[in-house]
């Protein structure tokens, strides 16, 4: 059974700093890209950063390049996301999920897992 555990959300003043993480479970974690998604009320799910498996390319959204960074510790299952210089239109539920692709005698599979959230919030 695959899980993937958030932890590291609350509360931050604007300017201020965050580390997310997210421990897998269930999976072979090192095989996974990894990513952050956020969502506040009113507002569609976005992809903040994504981490590919073996080479470990990382890709962000625009509103977050250059603040936030993603990194995964293999060792650990772990992948993570630091937030600097936060903003409160960081604030959301930021979620984290694990993927991939696999072709078995020309038929694709495409697995992905969510984790449950948590909150981050961004105000004085």
């Known amino acids: 059974q695959v899980q993937l555990v958030e932890s590291g959300g609350g509360l931050v003043q604007p300017g201020g700093s965050l580390r997310l993480s997210c421990a897998a479970s269930?999976?072979?974690?090192?095989?996974?890209?990894m990513s952050w998604y956020r969502q506040s009320p009113g507002k569609e799910r976005e992809l903040v950063a994504r981490?590919?498996?073996?080479?470990?390319?990382?890709n962000y959204a625009d509103s977050v390049k250059g603040r936030f960074t993603i990194s995964r510790d293999n060792a650990k299952n772990t992948v993570y996301l630091q937030m600097n210089s936060t903003k409160p239109e960081d604030t959301a539920v930021y979620y984290c999920?694990?993927?991939?692709?696999?072709?078995?005698?020309?038929?694709?599979?495409?697995?992905?897992?969510w984790g449950q959230g948590t909150q981050v919030t961004v105000s004085s």
């Open positions: 981490i590919s498996s073996g080479d470990g390319i990382t």
């Open positions: 269930g999976l072979t974690f090192s095989s996974y890209a």
């Open positions: 999920t694990a993927d991939r692709t696999t072709i078995i005698l020309s038929k694709r599979y495409d697995y992905k897992y």
